[in-house]
């Protein structure tokens, strides 16, 4: 059994979390500290981009020289430390000695992750300070505030989490992420913060993390675009005493999934000038990975986000990227559906249907599908967002 709980990223027991300002954003509380009662089990996924930020390349190296185990994560808004060269590494290696020192763990025990402008160096004297001046607040009760701490260009926070009950016995997974513009991850996604209170050992910890992603912060996109600093820390505290081992293992991913999908889900969501959560489904795909390239090339396009948001049930843009995404596509025997309406099927259009489409794409929870007619029985689901003028605005004055 799964049932939504509150409570984000401390809901699990053996956590605590705290969030301050420390001056790198103009307003508002940019640094929040996630600490563990005590050393725990820790997995993560990163950014496959090859422009790779300070922190990724500082919390890989340190979860290698543990071997999988992690006491806290320091994470910033408002400075990516992204492309600062070894002065950016010294900083994002500062971070992670604060907080080591602040909790009072070994170093490689700390995980370190950044968001904001590419480019500028992470002032890691004010993140100290602010690590110095969280560590006293840290709190059960603090994971709002944290969520809040990590923002960028996000509406709100955005947190989750469920209890599971199942053979290995009672226990919670928690969560928190960021991400509203730069999002298509091709591993996770911007910044995301698991943690749970079963107690699983590392390697399955990686295991579970990696099939929960895939198709959930993996099947999610805004603007196409993936970060240099895309990161998914999972910790597992083992407070709860539930011990998740093989057997376990499958009912432990469908709650990590099920938190996973509503936090990629609010991502979409509450994108840059987004005002329509999309799910594009493809169908008869050949193989799955026909069908998730289809569904990531009808989501990313422009002209689809853009006639979306205009509410226009342009389904011949539908039809114009399934035969262009390079997957085996039969568009005389295709179909394209629009909310209630099928406007395209086996060479057949039916206008009649339009308005139907039109006042589907009049509310803000949109549903595409594309079969792609081959009679494969692969399908695969990605959720976008609109593409509004408001998008535009925000990413033209991002610096100025």
Same mark, same amino acid.
Request: glycine content about 10%.
């Given at each position: 059994m799964i049932e939504a709980t509150g409570g984000g990223i401390t809901a699990a027991e053996g956590f605590q979390a705290a969030a301050v300002?420390?001056?790198?954003?103009?307003?508002?509380?940019?640094?929040?500290?996630?600490? !563990?009662?005590?050393?725990?089990?820790?997995?993560?996924?990163?950014?496959?981009?090859l422009t790779v930020a300070a922190p990724v390349v500082v919390s890989k190296r340190h979860l290698e020289q543990s071997g999988g185990k992690a006491r806290a994560i320091a994470v910033n808004s408002g400075c990516a430390n992204a492309c600062t060269g070894d002065a950016g590494m010294t900083a994002a290696e500062t971070m992670a000695a604060s907080a080591a020192a602040a909790v009072g763990c070994p170093l490689e025990h700390v995980l370190v992750a950044s968001?904001?402008?590419?480019?500028?160096?992470?002032?890691?004297?004010?993140?100290a300070r602010g690590i110095e001046a969280?560590?006293?607040?840290?709190?059960?009760?603090?994971?709002a505030a944290a969520a809040r701490a990590i923002m960028t260009t996000d509406r709100g926070p955005k947190e989750a989490a469920v209890r599971v009950a199942g053979r290995a016995g009672a226990f919670v997974i928690g969560g928190m992420v960021k991400g509203a513009g730069m999002i298509e991850p091709?591993?996770?996604?911007?910044?995301?913060?698991?943690?749970?209170?079963?107690?699983?050992?590392?390697?399955?910890?990686?295991?579970?993390?990696?099939?929960?992603?895939?198709?959930?912060?993996?099947a999610i996109t805004v603007d196409g675009e993936c970060s240099?600093?895309?990161?998914?820390?999972?910790?597992?505290?083992? !407070?709860?005493?539930? @011990?998740?081992?093989?057997?376990?293992?499958?009912?432990?991913?469908?709650?990590?999934?099920?938190?996973?999908?509503?936090?990629? @889900?609010?991502?979409?969501?509450?994108?840059?000038?987004?005002?329509?959560?999309?799910?594009?489904?493809?169908?008869?795909?050949?193989?799955?990975?026909?069908?998730?390239?289809?569904?990531?090339?009808?989501?990313?396009?422009?002209?689809?986000?853009?006639?979306?948001?205009?509410?226009?049930?342009?389904?011949?843009?539908?039809?114009?990227?399934?035969?262009r995404a390079g997957v085996a596509f039969e568009p005389s025997r295709g179909r394209v559906r629009i909310g209630p309406a099928t406007l395209f099927a086996d060479d057949t259009v039916f206008a009649e249907r339009e308005p139907a489409a039109a006042a589907h794409l009049a509310g803000d929870e949109v549903e595409l599908e594309v079969d792609l007619g081959t009679g494969g029985?692969?399908?695969?689901?990605?959720?976008?967002?609109?593409l509004s003028a408001q998008y535009v605005r925000i990413n033209a004055d991002y610096r100025t």
């Open positions: 300002s420390c001056g790198i954003k103009a307003e508002g509380p940019d640094l929040a500290l996630l600490v !563990a009662d005590r050393a725990t089990s820790a997995a993560a996924v990163f950014t496959t981009n968001t904001g402008v590419i480019g500028l160096l992470l002032d890691a004297t004010r993140v969280a560590a006293p607040a840290l709190a059960r009760d603090a994971h091709n591993m996770a996604t911007m910044l995301g913060f698991l943690t749970t209170d079963a107690a699983v050992e590392p390697p399955l910890l990686r295991r579970a993390l990696s099939a929960a992603v895939g198709d959930t912060f993996n240099t600093n895309d990161s998914v820390f999972l910790l597992a505290s083992g !407070a709860s005493g539930a @011990r998740i081992d093989e057997a376990a293992y499958p009912h432990f991913v469908e709650g990590l999934r099920s938190v996973c999908g509503t936090l990629a @889900r609010a991502i979409v969501r509450g994108g840059e000038g987004a005002t329509k959560l999309v799910a594009v489904r493809v169908s008869g795909g050949r193989t799955a990975e026909d069908a998730r390239r289809a569904a990531k090339a009808i989501a990313n396009s422009l002209l689809v986000k853009t006639a979306l948001n205009g509410g226009d049930p342009n389904w011949g843009r539908l039809v114009a990227v399934a035969g029985g692969h399908g695969a689901t990605v959720w976008t967002c609109d």
